[in-house]
């Protein structure tokens, strides 16, 4: 699972009223090139909650280099391109194959195994 499907993903837990985000532990991380496309992430920015990124890449111990703050355009684009990078590669090269996802208001884990979430519920949740 990478950062990215973790961004858009919330509890559905019966009573859940924000479900987000995710907290994530993970038991196994890889590292998987993928071609960088600047108008992709670029186009992302804007539909990141980036404040749990930034979170979930530090519990993973990959936020070096994100900035603290949402990047705005404006920057010079040599500065702008390597922040995309980083971002790039924390949100599509950074894959949690194993671990779990905690919802943040029960408690209820979600386990992840052979990098796909398991988000099913039991018929009482």
């Known amino acids: 699972m990478k950062l990215l499907t973790h961004n858009m993903m919330k509890s559905h837990c019966k009573g859940v009223v924000n479900g987000f985000p995710l907290k994530l532990s993970s038991t196994q991380v890889e590292l998987k090139e993928v071609e960088f496309n600047a108008d992709f992430i670029t186009r992302m920015l804007e539909r990141l ?25 404006g920057k010079e684009e040599e500065d702008e391109e390597d922040v995309l990078r980083k971002i790039h590669h924390v949100l599509l090269e950074v894959e949690i194959t194993e671990g779990e996802l905690e919802c943040p208001e029960t408690g209820r884990k979600f386990p992840i195994k052979n990098g796909i979430p398991d988000m099913r519920l039991n018929e009482d949740e």
Do not use: F, H, I, Y
């Not at 749990?52 to 705005?72: I, K, N, W, Y």
């Open 49 to 73: 909650e980036w404040g749990a990124l930034v979170d979930a890449a530090g519990q993973l111990g990959v936020a070096d280099g994100l900035p603290e703050m949402a990047p705005s355009s």
